[in-house]
Every structure is written in structure tokens, then in C-alpha cells.
């Protein structure tokens, strides 16, 4: 299983960045992809996830109403669309994968992409 996410950049603050994380190496039917973010000298957080097969949601709060996760079955790929960007979403965003059950921001993800660095300027 390989999962690479990109999409990250320089933003300004009030700007929208997609990340996307292309999945590969089987189907993921069954699978919670999730998105965590980690930013400098802080622990890895939950931002969002969603169940692969039926497209259901979760957010952290901090996201609620700005950030939108969604998948593309076709292209194997999820994608957080993050709208009104506060320097405080400034971190590295990682994208997750698990066929656990639970809770998705309590849960074991067993499949982690490289991250990709989002920064928002003030």
C-alpha cells in the first residue's frame, strides 16, 4: 500500500489549498482514509476522515465548516479541501489509511504517506 499526498504551498491567510493523497497498491473498499496534520514541536492531530465505501465524514473541530474531505473512486484518491486558511493550520499534512473500526481520530491507522507542508502567512 502506498499513499502520496501533495498539494501544499505558501498561503495567505483567508486563501483555499486542495491536498489530494493518491492511493495505490489495493482496493480500499472497507478502508477509513484519514487526514492528520503535525505542526512544529506539537503532536500529530486529526483534522478529517472519510469511509471509503460510503463516503460518510468526520471532522476535528478546529476544521468544521472550512475543510471538506471527499474521494475519487475512479483515481483512488482522497482530497481535503481546506477554504479560509489560518496561519494556525500551518503544519505538515499526512494522509492516513485503516481498515480498523472505531472511532476514526481514535483509531490505529496502519498506512501513512510522506506529508506535505502547508504554511499560512498572517
Known amino acids: 500500500v502506498q499513499l502520496q499526498a501533495s498539494g501544499g504551498g505558501l498561503v495567505q491567510a483567508g486563501d483555499s489549498l486542495r491536498l489530494s493523497c493518491a492511493a495505490s497498491g489495493r482496493t480500499f473498499s472497507g478502508y477509513i482514509m484519514g487526514w492528520f496534520r503535525q505542526a512544529p514541536g506539537k503532536e500529530r492531530d486529526f483534522v478529517a476522515a472519510i469511509w471509503w465505501t460510503s463516503g460518510s465524514t468526520w471532522y476535528a473541530d478546529s476544521v468544521k465548516g472550512r475543510f471538506t474531505i471527499s474521494r475519487d473512486n475512479a483515481k483512488n484518491t482522497v482530497y481535503l479541501q481546506m477554504n479560509s486558511l489560518k496561519p494556525e493550520d500551518t503544519a505538515v499534512y499526512y494522509c492516513?489509511?485503516?481498515?480498523?473500526?472505531?472511532?476514526?481520530?481514535?483509531?490505529?491507522?496502519?498506512?501513512w504517506g510522506q506529508g506535505t507542508q502547508v504554511t499560512v502567512s498572517s
Open positions: 492516513a489509511a485503516t481498515y480498523r473500526t472505531g472511532i476514526p481520530s481514535r483509531i490505529e491507522y496502519d498506512y
